[in-house]
């Protein structure tokens, strides 16, 4: 599975996915009807962040394998993502927390985090933020700690196991013990939000995306996968909505929602992936009819900018949305209409902004990646 294109259109469902739910406004007292629908089908979209990690599992591990052998390999993957990450994350850090400061135009929110910044700088916010001991200014910034401590160990144990078969089994370990942490963790005091941001609460979702990148990679595996795709396919979205009902939704912090839930959506998007690489390959014509038709074609451009649109949606919502719905005497506890626009609003802001950091700054550090293939 070597274009980039499918996952790019995951991606840009993903993003949409995760910004609907972060910058929702659906919440009155008492929510029922049509209202209660519509903020729901807001909120789940944090199951975007499930999606992302398992197609970085799905994708990550699949460059650690194909570069296994080659001269060179893990340093120029390590450096690849580097270039890819560490650019925009450090910049709008250095902005946050040294520029505005030193500018004297600091906005409240973050000034109030100043002393919390450190668990940013070293990518740990997601181990201290549920703890309550910050950072509070940038809750979204622990999925990007989990999937940069997933790009330092992850290639270590691929490196050690060497075969797709054993990394497989690894894969298949580890979604397990993810499973049993958040049972564990369930029986302390801890906070809920612990078993949604701790990463060892989301190894399975990376883990399982390795695991469809490791079985595409073993070719007896593999084709007897593919001989049996459909079946798959609906046995696992029959037990998705067996999960879904029993979880009643899958709500994010409850019991049942952060056992069976996180495990089934892994699930279903594991497969998910592996049967939509299965179809570009298969059935080329289909591909790249589909590919052609402007669904497709925006999802993928709303993909390429996924990871500036991450970083700059809850900075856009926290800093204008309040203000700005208030100057346009705009009502939105309850109204699903406005509540709807804001969310397109965010969206489409936050797009501009990736787009005009990927082209004006990212581009530069980009280009540098030719030097490590």
Excluded at 74 to 82: E, G, K, S, T, Y
Aim: glycine content about 6%.
């Amino acid at each position: 599975y070597t274009t980039l294109f499918r996952s790019d259109v995951l991606r840009g469902l993903a993003i949409l996915l995760v910004i609907a739910h972060n910058t929702q406004l659906l919440n009155p007292p008492e929510l029922s009807g049509v209202v209660a629908l519509a903020q729901y089908a807001l909120n789940i979209g944090w199951v975007g962040v499930q999606l992302f990690f398992v197609l970085s599992g799905f994708l990550i591990t699949g460059i650690l394998l194909d570069e296994l052998g080659r001269p060179n390999g893990m340093r120029n993957f390590l450096v690849r993502r580097a270039l890819r990450i560490f650019p925009l994350y450090y910049g709008f850090l250095l902005l946050v927390f040294v520029v505005l400061p030193a500018l004297g135009i600091q906005p409240e929110i973050y000034r109030r985090d100043s002393h919390n910044q450190t668990w940013l700088w070293t990518y740990l916010s997601d181990w201290t933020s549920p703890l309550g001991i910050g950072p509070h200014s940038l809750p979204h910034f622990w999925s990007l700690a989990v999937e940069e401590q997933f790009y330092l160990v992850w290639p270590l144990v691929v490196l050690a196991l060497r075969t797709p078969a054993k990394v497989a089994q690894a894969c298949v370990a580890v979604a397990l013990v993810s499973l049993l942490c958040r049972i564990a963790l369930l029986q302390t005091d801890l906070p809920a939000e612990v078993l949604y941001e701790w990463p060892l609460c989301h190894m399975d979702a990376l883990a399982l995306g390795g695991l469809a990148a490791a079985c595409w990679r073993h070719p007896h595996w593999a084709q007897w996968v593919r001989h049996r795709a459909s079946a798959i396919l609906c046995v696992t979205v029959a037990g998705f909505a067996a999960v879904f009902v029993w979880t009643h939704g899958l709500p994010r912090l409850s019991p049942r929602g952060v056992t069976a839930g996180y495990t089934g959506l892994a699930l279903l998007f594991m497969v998910a992936v592996y049967w939509l690489a299965w179809r570009d390959t298969e059935r080329a014509d289909e591909a790249r009819a589909w590919t052609a038709s402007a669904p497709a074609r925006l999802l993928q451009s709303v993909g390429k900018y996924s990871y500036g649109m991450y970083v700059f949606h809850k900075p856009l919502h926290d800093l204008f949305s309040a203000p700005l719905l208030a100057r346009l005497g705009v009502p939105h506890i309850g109204s699903i209409g406005p509540a709807c626009l804001h969310v397109l609003g965010v969206a489409l802001a936050a797009y501009v902004s990736a787009w005009l950091s990927y082209h004006l700054y990212e581009v530069h550090f980009l280009r540098l990646k030719n030097r490590f293939t």
